[in-house]
Structure formats: C-alpha cells, structure tokens
C-alpha cells in the first residue's frame, strides 16, 4: 500500500523558513511523480511544487517560484519542499501527493495523498 506522510509544518513569522519533508513507501520501481499542494481556509487546493521521479525536474507555481525549492532523497525516498522568505498568504495546509504520471501542478492527476501539515505565517 502506498503511504505517503508529511512532516515540518510549524509556526513562523513572515519572512522566516520551513522546511517540510514526504516521506514515501509503497513506490518503489514504479515511475511516478512527486508534487506539493496547499489548501488554505475558504480555497481549493492548489499546486506548489512537483518533481518527477524518473527524470529529477522541478516545476514552480507562480506563487513558489524563486522562494520554494522541491527536491529528493531518493535513497530516503524522501521528497522536500524548502520555503523561505515565507508570507501571511502562504498559511495553508500542506499536502504531498503522489502520481503514475508525468509531473503536474493539477490535484487532479494524483491518486496518493498524505494528510498534511499545516504552515502558519504570522505578520
């Protein structure tokens, strides 16, 4: 069974950093792809970050590109997210997510959920 668990999120001021990390079982030889989603009160969930396991590269949201950075340990089967000069805006519910597919930044295309960790940004 596949098992994806999240961990990292915590209480943080604005500007400050967070790094969250996925835990993955259940994957191995399977080609799949490893994405971060956020979900904040009162808005559907949206992608953050995804990285594909077969061929290493990253994408962006808008919102994450130049503060975010996605990347593996692949001998952990670990996936991390590293969020800096974070914003009140980013406060939202974290979720990794796994697919048997190509990256995307879609909720819809992933099957594998963790259940979240929640990232606070104070003013």
């Known amino acids: 069974e596949v098992q994806l668990v999240e961990s990292g999120g915590d209480l943080v001021q604005a500007g400050g950093s967070l790094r969250l990390s996925c835990v993955a079982s259940?994957?191995?030889?399977?080609?799949?792809?490893v994405g971060w989603f956020r979900q904040a009160l009162g808005k559907e969930r949206e992608g953050v970050a995804c990285i594909s396991t077969t061929y290493g590269m990253p994408y962006y949201a808008d919102s994450a590109e130049g503060r975010f950075t996605i990347s593996t340990d692949k001998a952990k089967n670990t996936v991390h997210l590293q969020m800096n000069s974070l914003k009140p805006e980013d406060t939202a519910v974290y979720y990794c997510a796994a697919a048997h597919g190509p990256c995307l930044l879609h909720p819809d295309a992933y099957t594998f959920w963790g259940q979240g960790t929640r990232v606070t940004v104070s003013s």
């Open positions: 259940g994957l191995s030889g399977e080609e799949y792809a």
